[in-house]
């Protein structure tokens, strides 16, 4: 696996539990259509940026 893919995965799920946590812990938080957008977003910014670096 190369090191631009790894970064994707691992940055992805850190996203994906950052986004997560809060909406367990705050039921009335729990929007699931925006934290999937959200999440989905984020992990677009990170591709973007790592594409732009490298």
């Not at 790894?6 to 934290?35: M, Q």
Request: aromatic share 6%; charged share 10%.
């Amino acid at each position: 696996m190369s090191t631009l893919a790894l970064l994707v995965v691992i940055t992805g799920i850190l996203f994906l539990g950052a986004i997560g946590y809060p909406i367990d812990r705050h039921p009335r938080l729990a929007k699931p259509l925006g934290a999937c957008g959200t999440w989905a977003a984020a992990l677009t910014a990170t591709v973007a940026l790592v594409v732009a670096l490298r």
